[in-house]
């Protein structure tokens, strides 16, 4: 992936906050903090920003009709409608954590394509050294 932007959220720690967001048991108790949540809402958003845009401009290697790039797109559309929205400032702890969830599934998703479109240009370029 290209280098992250300055400012930008470190790649171990969100892979880090994701496994820990995504271990949240919504229906216990405790429920984790608001101030919390929308804190990694946050840095999922930032993160995820970058790795979207690093796909979309991966996808260009790649055929488009290739189940790579198909699966990126759709990836890629629902990081474009759930990336801008607001934060929810007013929500319950259970609604927030919802969201912050959501957030790191959809970030994982991102970087499941970003490898699927990377094994993809791998076989493209193999395909081409030996023709």
Same mark, same amino acid.
């Given at each position: 992936?290209?280098?992250?932007?300055?400012?930008?959220?470190?790649?171990?720690?969100?892979?880090?906050?994701?496994?820990?967001?995504?271990?949240?048991?919504?229906?216990?108790?405790?429920? @984790?903090?608001?101030?919390? !949540?929308? #804190? =990694?809402?946050?840095?999922?958003?930032?993160?995820? *920003?970058? &790795?979207? +845009?690093? /796909?979309?401009?991966?996808?260009?290697?790649?055929?488009?009709?290739?189940?790579?790039?198909?699966?990126?797109?759709?990836?890629?559309?629902?990081?474009?409608?759930?990336?801008?929205?607001?934060? @929810?400032?007013?929500?319950? !702890?259970? #609604? =927030?954590?919802?969201?912050?969830?959501?957030?790191? *599934?959809? &970030?994982? +998703?991102? /970087?499941?394509?970003?490898?699927?479109?990377?094994?993809?240009?791998?076989?493209?370029?193999?395909?081409?050294?030996?023709?």
């Amino acid at each position: 992936m290209a280098g992250l932007a300055a400012g930008a959220p470190d790649k171990d720690v969100v892979l880090a906050n994701l496994e820990t967001v995504l271990a949240w048991d919504l229906n216990g108790s405790p429920l @984790p903090r608001v101030s919390e !949540a929308l #804190a =990694v809402i946050e840095q999922f958003t930032s993160y995820g *920003r970058i &790795v979207a +845009a690093d /796909l979309h401009a991966r996808c260009l290697d790649v055929p488009a009709d290739s189940d790579a790039a198909r699966t990126a797109q759709a990836v890629l559309g629902e990081a474009s409608r759930r990336f801008n929205l607001s934060p @929810p400032y007013y929500g319950t !702890a259970r #609604a =927030v954590g919802q969201r912050a969830q959501n957030a790191a *599934r959809l &970030v994982q +998703a991102l /970087l499941r394509a970003v490898d699927r479109i990377g094994e993809a240009q791998a076989h493209s370029a193999d395909n081409n050294s030996t023709s």
